[in-house]
């Protein structure tokens, strides 16, 4: 049956996605050149160090030489359809690669032959199979010097399971690979095809009570009367073939076209996403049906920004048909917008089309209600369906960011918001507490990578520094103060006098501002103005620079004259006397102590918490995490954690994370206290 021609419409069954995840520099990228070229897409093959790929089509990340983002591509072989989604490898950019698996039926977790399986490969297999997806293991680089593929293959096994069985075998010294399902006849480089032949069929007659008696029986099982059966362990995971390949010699790039095509599913094969219809505890749960013939839903997994293509939104079609010039909702928007162009991708470049069915990935351009995770739709019925939540990591690696000219504030809020767009582990927000714009990352990596993108693609240049620590002051005894304001400039002149006290409050009190003047000593149109001088010393603070909190004050006598007397006078008389009575009610600083969730390796626990004492943290409780993670949580200083994800990738060798969140405010040690106050009084100076 000959291929489509790249613009046609692929049937359902006809179509294939996987997603190619794994570490960095396992070779997926160029694994995906290879597939393209072997396909007839393009006449050559680009290369990464050439920076020529279909894929890493951003420069940025050619300059790198690794993927940054996530690519979608398209081929076609033996009639079939095949998207194919390249995505990167560093932690780093997890908000790229988690969201390839919402939009694929199998995810193929490459591993380099030469370094074996990496932190990334194990988290992503994971991650697949909390998804319920069908799991294929590629080992590329077969060809690479010195790799032993048996003992590679027995590493496979021992970390994701004894259902992890090669489909084929490298063969003539890597040069080529051998079929093992279909074929049981001849030899390998491993040995025996025939044992390698037995031990699949073996494990996909499992899932059938029927095929396990016929199979004792006749002691053989056509290979080409499984597919039921093979594609049923599939879903359950009880198999997880293993293919061998090679992108830089081709070995095994053919075979691995015809694995994809013959053995992984089609939409209608696959365990179907999990949906839900409604919101928050009501919601129920819910299957798409992957039939051309019902109302439409279709789930965006990627946004992209172009600064001159505007707002593109990629998205999978799980049920119905996606027309050029119909009409969708975005979740539950009111108003349609009408796609006037649908495209399938290739890298950089569109190829439009009439129509995408159930599997297909297409993307529309320039609608602005597109967000990453909605669910596009034709039916008014449908407007409360989502798709179950991506375990996302939590972005914590701060950075305070700004213009470098004056009056950009605007623009950088505009091109933040098109990069968050992007990248659902980035965030930004607006930290009131110490006026400053942070956005937060997954990393310093991420982070600088975000700014690169706004120097090249944006034009837009910033000053960056770490964020500040949200400290606090307040006082832990009662104390009295008093100012008398007094001004004479020749015409009217200002007066206003204020006693008060002020006291501690529980923590988190706040403030309470009260009036306890008798016999009009302050007139009543002035104690407003007192107040505001107080608060004037609760917003900058009174020994450290930073707000007042937990404390109330009484204004309880005062002095006015009947013409000098003026709001401004009481102001600064109010202001003043609450300085005075703050710097002798024991005065203290307050820093915000978060609680901390680590998952880490259970050899690096030691390391963990040992440091978390060091940075003075205490920790609260361990408990088990996924196979071979413990999950730490405590409480430690904000302050102790600048830079902690580097430590924490030190102990754990790339393999923690953490996620915090506020707990409450306690005092700083004096030796901290001294050093903020002894800064606060130096910038004064200045």
Not at 376 to 403: F, N, Q, R, T
Not at 659 to 672: C, F, G, K
Request: charged share 20%; with cysteine.
């Amino acid at each position: 049956m000959p291929s489509p021609a790249p613009g046609a419409l692929a049937g359902t069954t006809s179509i294939r996605t996987l997603a190619l995840v794994g570490a960095s520099a396992g070779g997926k990228t160029s694994l995906a050149e290879a597939l393209l070229h072997r396909a007839g897409m393009f006449g050559a093959a680009g290369s990464v160090e050439r920076g020529s790929t279909v894929s890493d089509h951003d420069a940025l990340e050619r300059r790198m030489g690794h993927s940054l983002q996530s690519s979608v591509l398209h081929l076609h072989h033996a009639g079939t359809r095949i998207h194919l989604i390249d995505t990167p490898g560093g932690a780093d950019f997890l908000g790229q690669s988690l969201p390839a698996l919402e939009a694929v039926e199998t995810a193929a977790v490459v591993i380099n032959a030469a370094t074996g399986i990496e932190p990334m490969a194990v988290r992503m297999m994971d991650q697949a199979a909390a998804r319920h997806l069908d799991r294929l293991v590629i080992v590329n680089k077969i060809d690479a010097p010195g790799v032993d593929l048996p003992a590679l293959l027995a590493q496979i096994q021992a970390t994701f399971g004894r259902e992890c069985l090669p489909v084929n075998l490298p063969d003539a010294g890597a040069s080529q690979v051998v079929d093992c399902f279909f074929n049981r006849d001849g030899h390998s480089d491993f040995g025996s095809v025939d044992a390698a032949h037995r031990a699949l069929v073996e494990q996909v007659v499992e899932v059938d009570g029927d095929l396990v008696e016929r199979y004792l029986n006749d002691g053989d099982v056509d290979p080409r009367a499984l597919h039921a059966p093979l594609e049923q362990a599939l879903r359950e995971g009880h198999l997880i073939p293993v293919c061998f390949v090679s992108a830089r010699s081709g070995a095994g790039v053919a075979e691995l076209l015809d694995i994809v095509v013959q053995l992984l599913p089609n939409p209608q094969e696959a365990n179907p996403p999990d949906f839900l219809r409604g919101e928050g505890a009501a919601a129920e749960p819910m299957h798409a049906v992957p039939d051309p013939a019902q109302h439409v839903l279709a789930h965006v997994f990627k946004i992209t920004v172009d600064p001159y293509v505007g707002k593109m939104g990629v998205f999978r079609v799980h049920q119905g048909t996606v027309r050029q010039n119909g009409l969708l909702y975005v979740g539950d928007g009111r108003k349609p917008f009408k796609v006037a162009h649908l495209y399938l991708l290739q890298g950089k470049d569109h190829v439009e089309v009439a129509q995408a069915v159930p599997g297909d990935i297409v993307a529309v351009a320039k609608i602005d209600e597109l967000h990453f995770d909605a669910v596009l739709h034709d039916a008014a019925e449908d407007d409360h369906i989502h798709l179950a939540p991506l375990d996302l990591p939590v972005p914590v690696h701060g950075l305070a960011i700004g213009p470098k000219r004056h009056g950009d504030e605007q623009r950088l809020w505009e091109i933040l918001a098109k990069l968050v767009d992007e990248d659902p582990c980035l965030r930004v927000e607006h930290v009131g507490a110490t006026n400053e714009t942070v956005v937060y990352g997954l990393g310093e990596l991420h982070l600088r990578v975000l700014l690169e993108r706004m120097r090249e693609t944006y034009k837009f240049e910033v000053q960056t520094a770490p964020p500040r620590i949200a400290y606090r002051e307040t006082v832990t005894a009662p104390a009295e103060g008093h100012h008398r304001h007094k001004k004479q400039t020749g015409g009217a002149g200002q007066f206003g006098e204020v006693f008060l006290r002020i006291e501690p409050l529980p923590r988190g009190g706040g403030f309470e501002f009260v009036d306890a003047v008798k016999g009009g000593t302050i007139p009543g149109q002035f104690i407003p103005a007192v107040e505001k001088g107080v608060r004037e010393v609760l917003a900058s603070g009174a020994i450290a620079g930073y707000p007042v909190v937990d404390v109330r004050v009484v204004v309880h006598d005062g002095k006015h004259h009947s013409v000098d007397s003026k709001e401004i006078a009481f102001v600064t008389a109010g202001r003043k006397a609450f300085l005075t009575a703050m710097r002798e009610a024991r005065p203290i600083v307050l820093e915000p102590i978060v609680h901390v969730e680590i998952t880490a390796p259970d050899g690096a626990m030691g390391d963990i918490t040992g440091d978390l004492s060091a940075r003075r943290g205490l920790v609260s409780g361990t408990a088990n995490g996924a196979a071979g993670q413990m999950i730490v949580r405590g409480q430690v200083p904000m302050s102790e954690l600048a830079s902690y994800q580097s430590r924490l990738n030190a102990m754990t060798s790339g393999q923690g994370r953490y996620t915090i969140e506020l707990s409450h405010y306690e005092a700083v040690p004096p030796s901290v206290q001294a050093q903020l106050v002894g800064e606060h009084q130096v910038r004064d100076d200045d």
